[in-house]
């Protein structure tokens, strides 16, 4: 990570055009509704026109890491997302969980030798590759996430 993390993925509250907070129970079967939730603001506000699928795909990992690793998928748990769009920049999406977090250098590429084949482990590989700035936060139980608007 870089000097500027701290300086990424953030909005000026001011500006933004909708927000909406959700708390919800880990359970996997939670997550596909927050998702439907959020790509619905995305489209209400038209801050990320055209690349809703990055947004959905990236969403549904971090959720689902949040629930799985962070919550141990502990029901009595919260998993808590907030999503931002601003006009002029696009999404911002915040997930946090309670768990311990994680140290991000420690997580092997799943592009190399044997992990290739493996069948979990892409989620912050996918992550990264489909949104525009990534960054994480209390010592990787929380995740921020921007996708810029296209351009007009």
């Known amino acids: 990570m870089n000097s500027d993390a701290s300086r990424r993925c953030e909005f000026d509250p001011d500006k933004l055009s909708l927000r909406l907070d959700v708390t919800f129970a880990a359970k ?18 038209g801050c990320v026109e055209g690349r809703e699928f990055e947004v959905e795909t990236s969403l549904q990992e971090a959720l689902t890491n949040a629930v799985i690793h ?31 977090g994680f140290d991000i250098s420690t997580i092997p590429s799943p592009i190399e030798g044997e992990r290739i084949f493996a069948s979990h482990g892409r989620g912050i590989f996918l992550i990264n590759q489909l949104m525009d700035e990534v960054s994480f936060k209390r010592g990787g139980a929380e995740i921020h996430m921007l996708k810029k608007k296209p351009p007009a």
């Open 28 to 45: 996997i079967s939670a997550i596909n509704e927050v998702v439907e939730r959020i790509l619905a603001l995305a489209k209400e506000s």
């Open 70 to 100: 962070g919550c141990k998928e502990d029901a009595d748990k919260l998993v808590e997302v907030t999503a931002s769009c601003d006009e002029g920049r696009g999404i911002l999406i915040v997930v946090r969980d309670p768990g311990q």
